[in-house]
T-cell receptor
Framework: AQTVTQSQPEMSVQEAETVTLSCTYD???????LFWYKQPPSRQMILVIR??????QNATENRFSVNFQKAAKSFSLKISDSQLGDAAMYFC????????FGTGTSLTVIP | ETGVTQTPRHLVMGMTNKKSLKCEQH?????MYWYKQSAKKPLELMFV???????ENNSVPSRFSPECPNSSHLFLHLHTLQPEDSALYLC????????????????FGEGSRLTVL
């Protein structure tokens, strides 16, 4: 079965600085999607960014970008110019024939 | 209307109670999901419905009973739960159930926080 590992239960970043959240996954499939979801406290989980495995170019959404290393099965999220509103749980997810989620990284933004 | 709405947001029930969680999606999606979210654990997929047919049932105890009367509504009926069932229950929807050509991105509701006493 596919697994998704987030090795950083908690991270913190100074406001306006950059932080990278790590994610690795295990799969034997060649065609899949990867996602980062954000879950603010007591609020719904929303999609931050997605990456198609067949695309070599790393996805970017405003201040959010990924470093996708297919051979290494690594999919990290970089948040630039961190803002207080970025404080949340971040979940890495893999989608092949179904979704698999990591255990999440709790990000604190320090003013 | 937000995309996926869940009610109630909070629920406290005794082990002998019967209650239901409700989910409604306004996105025109064909697939709906129930997930269980517990602290420090990955989201656990419980049930999947595609076009109102159940397509996944991940060995969930029978005290959880799903119902999907149409493609916009999903219920989770709860009966004689255990304290370890206390968790955040998330409903999600997607365009289709992992259909080719679709990213299958999940859209989540805010969740129902369940406490079983």
């Amino acid at each position: 079965a596919q697994t998704v590992t987030q090795s950083q239960p908690e991270m913190s970043v100074q406001e306006a600085e950059t932080v990278t959240l790590s994610c690795t996954y295990d799969t034997s499939e060649s065609d899949y999607y990867l996602f980062w979801y954000k879950q603010p406290p007591s609020r719904q989980m929303i999609l931050v960014i997605r990456q198609e495995a067949y695309k070599q170019q790393n996805a970017t959404e405003n201040r959010f970008s990924v470093n996708f290393q297919k051979a290494a099965k690594s999919f990290s999220l970089k948040i630039s110019d961190s803002q207080l509103g970025d404080a949340a749980m971040y979940f890495c997810a893999y989608r092949g024939n179904q979704f698999y989620f990591g255990t999440g990284t709790s990000l604190t933004v320090i003013p | 209307e937000t995309g996926v709405t869940q009610t109630p947001r909070h629920l406290v029930m005794g082990m002998t109670n019967k209650k239901s969680l409700k989910c409604e999606q306004h996105l025109g999606h064909n697939a709906m999901y129930w997930y269980k979210q517990s602290a420090k654990k990955p989201l656990e997929l419980m049930f999947v419905y595609s076009l109102e047919e159940r397509v996944e049932n991940n060995s969930v105890p029978s005290r959880f009973s799903p119902e999907c009367p149409n493609s916009s509504h999903l219920f989770l009926h709860l009966h004689t739960l255990q304290p370890e069932d206390s968790a955040l229950y998330l409903c999600a929807s997607s365009e289709g159930f992992f259909q080719t050509g679709s990213t299958g991105e999940l859209f989540f509701g805010e969740g129902s926080r369940l406490t079983v006493l």
